[in-house]
């Protein structure tokens, strides 16, 4: 996950999270750290709800999955 400033305009994707008005960029990566696919969303959107929509966007769905702790339920 990366949080990105937006310019003054702003636009449908940007929201305000705990480091102000923003993005935030989320990926799903392989073993080796190549992306497999990234999704925007606004910042203020729960990261939990995110990882169907990352799921389906890839074309070969992997055997094992790690994730970091705000993941887990």
């Known amino acids: 996950m990366a949080l990105f400033p ?4 702003g636009g449908d994707l940007v929201a ?3 480091k ?6 989320h990926s799903l990566v392989d073993a080796n750290g190549m992306p497999l696919t ?3 969303t606004p910042a203020n ?3 939990l709800n995110l990882v169907e929509p990352l799921l ?3 074309h070969k769905q992997p055997q094992s999955l ?3 702790k705000c ?3």
């Open 71 to 73: 993941y887990v339920n």
């Open 38 to 40: 990234i999704l925007t």
């Open 56 to 58: 389906n966007q890839i």
């Open 16 to 18: 305000y999270g705990y």
């Open 6 to 9: 937006c310019g003054k305009s």
């Open 20 to 25: 102000g008005k923003c993005v935030t960029i």
């Open 66 to 68: 790690y994730a970091n």
């Open 45 to 47: 959107i729960n990261e």
